[in-house]
């Protein structure tokens, strides 16, 4: 499909599009106070002066830019910053964690009317694409109104590759209105480039560079209290068919060490009832966060269905499994538990995040598991051997100590393209 005819399909789809906003309203899956940002319209005013403007798909793509956007708040006042994604949680955590003074709005959706209403409202100096999620009608309008634009932390799978090798045209033309392209790795700098990303960088992952996700230090002494004693471990980011694997570990586990229990993050915090309700048709005692239900000595199941609270119960876990990995998923973040200095375990679907797996695995900070059965005996082994937990835990921390230099490539190149500072005179 050519670009012209993609823009003409997405005019006439109009009245679809609206449907499907409807739909989305209807589900949960829009703002109802702000669902009208994804038609481009703004909820709130321009700033006066320049403004450089950073889009993400969701969770993933807005938490990797934060530390972007704190540092160059910190060295460019004069510059306001805008982000915008597409999912409503990704929204309530950048309302928790951006820089003071920086906006955020639901992106459009790729109709032309609407990325013609946001771009004319907020005119950007500067555009910053995270990793993918290539619009076609909103790279192009934003690349016609001659200002810099820039694609960080690029990345593109094999699968995607072979999808845009298929449009050789469209995705020449996209990837080459961006004066720089960021890429996270060689292997997806080799893709880029063979679809036309001719000025390319590899610079790391953004993802590594994060820092130490936050915590409510009262929350962690309250549960470390409530706790003290017992072996404690974390399964995070749990995915659908996920927890009937880990109710089945944690069976085997409790032979050995009967007062552990197991605290289940899901990747989707509304799952958290239908998680709960599953682990006590399987005979545990369970309390779920996001009911305020209290833990007690009975029970052997934790469920956090609570947003932004995974840096609490990282610290609070002695050993981490990071979910999406014992089903078919292709994992999440195994950095993040490294990061704080806990042993990770992970299961066999990891290719999203190969790359650190390996480095992680190679260090000696993490291991892997087949199945329940090999999980509930990594568990024990490491809930009973603390020295072994430290030697994981200090060999995480090195490979997460060599992830800055990515944040700094980044933030290198955003400002060698942002607008020169104006300085007031005396």
Request: glycine share 8%; net charge positive.
């Amino acid at each position: 499909m050519s670009l012209a005819l993609y823009r003409g399909l997405t005019r006439l789809l109009a009245p679809a599009i609206d449907r499907y906003l409807a739909a989305r309203l209807a589900s949960g899956k829009e703002d109802p106070t702000r669902w009208r940002e994804r038609l481009g319209e703004a909820s709130g005013s321009r700033p006066e002066g320049p403004l450089a403007w950073f889009h993400g798909a969701s969770v993933g793509e807005v938490m990797s830019i934060l530390p972007v956007l704190h540092r160059l708040r910190a060295s460019r006042r004069d510059i306001a910053l805008l982000i915008t994604s597409g999912t409503a949680t990704s929204q309530r955590l950048l309302a928790e964690r951006l820089p003071a003074g920086a906006l955020r709005q639901f992106a459009p959706v790729d109709r032309p009317d609407a990325v013609a209403a946001f771009l004319d409202h907020w005119r950007p100096d500067l555009s910053v694409w995270i990793e993918s999620e290539l619009w076609p009608n909103l790279v192009q309008a934003t690349r016609a109104l001659g200002r810099p634009m820039l694609l960080v932390n690029a990345r593109l799978s094999a699968r995607s590759h072979r999808r845009w090798r298929l449009l050789p045209g469209a995705a020449r033309t996209l990837l080459g209105a961006f004066e720089a392209v960021l890429a996270q790795s060689d292997a997806d700098g080799e893709r880029l480039r063979q679809l036309g990303a001719n000025r390319l960088t590899v610079t790391g992952n953004l993802k590594w560079a994060a820092p130490a996700l936050p915590y409510d230090e009262a929350a962690l002494a309250d549960l470390a209290n409530r706790l003290a004693g017992r072996p404690v471990w974390l399964a995070a980011s749990t995915h659908v068919g996920e927890e009937a694997l880990l109710a089945a570990a944690h069976d085997r586990l409790r032979q050995a060490l009967p007062r552990a229990l197991a605290i289940v993050v899901p990747r989707h915090p509304r799952r958290g009832p239908e998680v709960a309700a599953l682990l006590r048709g399987l005979g545990h005692d369970v309390a779920r966060r996001g009911a305020a239900e209290p833990t007690t000595a009975a029970c052997t199941f934790y469920v956090a269905d609570t947003l932004g609270e995974l840096g609490l119960f990282y610290r609070l876990a002695a050993v981490a499994f990071v979910g999406g990995s014992l089903v078919p998923h292709g994992g999440q973040n195994p950095l993040e538990p490294a990061r704080l200095a806990r042993p990770v375990l992970f299961g066999p679907h990891t290719q999203n995040f190969a790359e650190p797996v390996t480095l992680l695995l190679e260090a000696g900070a993490a291991r892997r598991v087949a199945d329940a059965a090999a999980l509930a005996a990594q568990l024990t082994e490491l809930l009973a051997d603390p020295a072994r937990r430290q030697r994981m835990a200090e060999a995480g921390l090195a490979v997460t100590a060599d992830a800055g230099r990515a944040l700094d490539l980044v933030c290198e190149a955003i400002l060698r393209h942002l607008p020169e500072e104006r300085h007031a005179r005396a």
